[in-house]
């Protein structure tokens, strides 16, 4: 009996044994092997900001008589959102500049069984990171257009394309107010002045973060065009308007981004009329020029009232109180110094000038040259320096002169010809063509067009390169360069 009683046991044993030895096996037949091809996901991609990013995952060995479901996360930190939850990635980007972390994934909605990708990246770039604002009015109406440098591509009615409003009044001029420091914050902000006022945008999105006016106390309206710069330590905004100067704080030290940092102070006291050009230093003093006194002013950073220079001129041709001469036209060169066409109204002699302001305890040499001609400078468009090499360009109405400042030489660089108005000229002074380029804005009419001029490191055509030409802008107001931010 108990042997028999054994064999019982021994034969359910087996029964059960072989029971569950089936069931697995049977479970194990409904697990599908589904995966995501290792190589139809690349481990980085680059967007540009508002562009659209497009990946096709290859998915192998899904079962038709199943359902899915998909998931792109993107991680922060130790949190994620769902970026997409369609098989294929077809967004508009609108994550901020940066770099992100992605992972996609397949469910299975029976097992609930994923397939899990590699973490990948994806890089946001700005849409406006870096490029020429194109200021321009198309029948009465501003425009800000905008020329991407990373590929050419040129939008032309910017702020109503992003903000989806009218912008109708006349534009005076736009001008780029992104600048960026790893130790004081940056600046991320367009400047667009009309007659109506001053507005203010994100360089990064163009989105307008101020109404019209709020950066003032007292309404502003704009007839010609104002100057805008921003202090050495970026402690202080300045603007100059119609001979005034105003200002508007700046960053604090190590600065949080942004890009409101009004309102400007009221016009300052004194009997002064400003150039509208900002001289910066390394940090303090701001210089300004005074063309009803031919002398520099002086104002240390975070004071609202004018000084006199107080820094000794090593070795210099001028007193800096006592320049003497009319200044017509002015830009920074190499090493972040300046250059400026000046005035003797006595004479009506025109010279070259070199303020070199980036030292702090002193100004050394600054010097100036007599001009071998003054072709065209009762009738100066616009006036740009090179940052690499001591040479400077003016525009007539329709003709380009370059100037060597080692000695006040003065040749033609292009005649353009009638029919052609030249609104402003820039060297291009950010990027792997630094110093290589003078952009220029010429007006036809009602229409403006930008064109890239090579330059060879001697300051003049390179003609081993062909001209670049962008058309489709209205009448254009000014051009000023968008760059890149340092974080």
Partial sequence: MIIKN????????????SCNKDTFIETQKEIDDFRIASNSIQPKYEVTQLDSLKIYPELNNLNPNKTYTYEWRLYAKDKFSILSENRNLEEQIFLNIGTH??????IDQDTKIKAISILFSIRVMGGFSQGWIVGNNVDGRGRLSFIRTIDDVVSYNT????????YPSKLIAAYSGAVGSEFSGQFKQILYFTQQGLMIFHSDSMIQTGENNNYFFDEMNFFNKPAYDISGFLLDQYLIDEGKLYAAIGQVFMGDDGVDYGPFSTEFEGDHDLFPFVFTSSGSPTYFYDNKYEKFLTV????RSFDFPTTAMING???????????????KGKSNNSYAIMKDRNS??????????STRSAVSSGRFFELSSNIGLNNLSAFAASNIWDYAYYATENSIYKIDCTNGDVSLFQDLGA???????KVLKHGDNSGLQLTVAINKGDNGEVH???????GDKDSSQEIKIFKGFGEITNLSYRIINVR
Avoid at 317 to 331: G, P, R, S, T, Y
Avoid at 348 to 357: D, V
Avoid at 419 to 425: H, L
């Fill in 101 to 106: 972390s992605v992972q996609y994934s397949v």
């Fill in 159 to 166: 702020l109503e394309d992003v903000n989806e409003r009218s």
């Fill in 419 to 425: 029919g052609n108005r030249i609104a402003d000229i």
């Fill in 300 to 303: 240390e950073y975070l004071s």
């Fill in 348 to 357: 009506n002699t025109y010279y070259i000038y070199y303020f070199p302001f």
């Fill in 452 to 458: 890239y001029i090579p330059l060879t490191q001697f």
């Fill in 6 to 17: 054994i064999a019982r046991l021994l034969m359910m044993l087996l029964l059960l044994s």
């Fill in 317 to 331: 041709q001028f007193e800096l109180n006592n320049v003497a001469k009319e200044m017509i036209a002015a830009d």
